[in-house]
């Protein structure tokens, strides 16, 4: 049973348009992480986040935790064909064991 | 090796079958975990050791999966008499004990039940 909602599922945008995908939890995160997964391949990780509030930036891609450590948020500039993929938000609940949000598919048409 | 490789990359298995797939984590990382992927959706997670030891093996679907790490590194996910809704991408992912530097995962075994 996943315990994170994404929004939105799918995404379909022009190059150059700006987007924000939304991880949800009804539970407080110990950390929370963004992957970008290609068909075929396994997740890639993008970033961790542990304190809330932080915002982290990662060339066009801005992540941000929530100040409460339930939520987060992936902002991407100027998307270009290549950011292409399933973007996924995972979390940490105290343990090792992580736990994926349900996915946003990303396409990006030249 | 460089990161989680995992094999075999592809299997066909016919209802009933038993299956083995295989996972050799990166060397030296602690916890090793197993996560199923269904088309498009995120991974459920299945089970999880830290060295030879299964600490969490609640995802497990039910007593036809079967995980083993006897030495610590190499691990292999068992499926006792394969049925269609296995059908799905095998991940594995591990990571050093901390688990604030995230996972690598390898690159999946996509299983088929016909």
């Known amino acids: 049973t996943q315990l994170l909602e994404q929004s939105p599922q799918f995404l379909s945008i022009q190059e150059g348009e700006n987007l924000t995908v939304y991880c949800n939890s009804s539970?407080?995160?110990?950390?929370l992480q963004w992957y970008r997964q290609e068909p075929g391949e396994g997740p890639v990780l993008l970033v961790t986040v542990v304190t809330g509030g932080e915002v982290k930036k990662l060339k066009r891609l801005t992540f941000q935790f929530g100040d409460a450590r339930k939520d987060s948020s992936l902002h991407i500039t100027a998307a270009q064909p290549g950011d292409t993929g399933l973007y996924l938000c995972a979390g940490t609940y105290n343990t090792d064991k992580l736990i994926f949000g349900t996915g946003t598919r990303l396409q990006v048409f030249p | 090796g460089a990161g989680v490789s995992q094999s075999p990359r592809y299997k066909v298995a016919k209802r009933g079958q038993d299956v083995a797939l295989r996972c050799d984590p990166i060397s030296g990382h602690v916890s090793l975990f197993w996560y199923q992927q269904a088309l498009g959706q995120g991974p459920e997670f299945l089970t999880y050791f830290q060295n030879e030891a299964q600490l969490d093996k609640s995802g497990l679907p039910s007593d036809r999966f079967f995980a083993e790490r006897p030495e610590g590194s190499v691990s292999t996910l068992k499926i006792q008499r394969t049925q269609q809704e296995d059908s799905a991408v095998y991940l594995c992912?591990?990571?050093?004990?901390?688990?604030?530097?995230?996972?690598?995962f390898g690159s999946g075994t996509r299983l088929t039940v016909v």
């Open positions: 539970s407080v995160f110990s950390s």
């Open positions: 992912a591990s990571s050093r004990r901390i688990t604030n530097y995230g996972y690598t």
